[in-house]
T-cell receptor, first 112, second 111 residues
Framework: DGGITQSPKYLFRKEGQNVTLSCEQN?????MYWYRQDPGQGLRLIYY???????QKGDIAEGYSVSREKKESFPLTVTSAQKNPTAFYLC???????????FGDGTRLSIL | QKEVEQDPGPLSVPEGAIVSLNCTYS??????FMWYRQYSRKGPELLMY????GNKEDGRFTAQVDKSSKYISLFIRDSQPSDSATYLC???????????FGQGTILTVHP
């Protein structure tokens, strides 16, 4: 089945540690996105990528980094500079930027 | 003022009721409008998508857009307990790299 796979489902980070969240899609979509969801705040865009080897900062990019080396993959690294990383992270993709986005089932990140 | 405002609820209705969910927005550059449904611990699922003002129907769901008033609605007819979820409105434009989401409305349909 076509879709977006995020892993792991749950992740724990120690102080000072970088962690990487995986996002893979087999929808042949060019555009991919990372959002953060906090209770009562809706979804906020961290980074997005329109095409391989290109990505743009969203509204809350500080403390995060991404890469887009393959069309299918858009991993997100939460660095130690992100002081409040506890959240539900959602990856999405669309055929191109400007079309409806389809989401994975998220990764919940917590601090140990 | 937020670009998109959505009443967070919670909203509790009996099974079979008609549910109305609403969002207002301030950015007249938004060109397309979506409704997502999100179950607990899951990602949002696209329910409805429209570019134009007017109504769009899909089964028990009707999306309504009024661009002149900057107001969108989602109606659910004959609501079922399985409709219990958080509903998110989202808006975007072809010049934007992102969707702008409302805060989400928590809906509970009780038997």
């Amino acid at each position: 089945d076509g879709g977006i796979t995020q892993s792991p489902k749950y992740l724990f980070r120690k102080e000072g540690q970088n962690v990487t969240l995986s996002c893979e899609q087999n929808l042949n979509h060019d555009a991919m996105y990372w959002y953060r969801q906090d209770p009562g705040q809706g979804l906020r865009l961290i980074y997005y990528s329109q095409i391989v080897n290109d990505f743009q900062k969203g509204d809350i990019a500080e403390g995060y980094s991404v890469s887009r080396e393959k069309k299918e993959s858009f991993p997100l690294t939460v660095t130690s500079a992100q002081k409040n990383p506890t959240a539900f992270y959602l990856c999405a993709s669309s055929r191109v930027v400007g079309e409806p986005q389809h989401f994975g089932d998220g990764t919940r990140l917590s601090i140990l | 003022q937020k670009e998109v405002e959505q009443d967070p609820g919670p909203l509790s209705v009996p099974e079979g009721a008609i549910v109305s969910l609403n969002c207002t927005y301030s950015n007249s550059a938004f060109q397309y409008f979506m409704w997502y449904r999100q179950y607990s611990r899951k990602g949002p699922e696209l329910l409805m998508y429209t570019y134009s003002s007017g109504n769009k129907e899909d089964g028990r769901f009707t999306a309504q857009v009024d661009k002149s008033s900057k107001y969108i609605s989602l109606f659910i007819r004959d609501s079922q307990p399985s409709d219990s979820a958080t509903y998110l409105c989202a808006m975007g434009g072809t010049s934007y790299g992102k969707l702008t989401f409302g805060q989400g409305t928590i809906l509970t349909v009780h038997p």
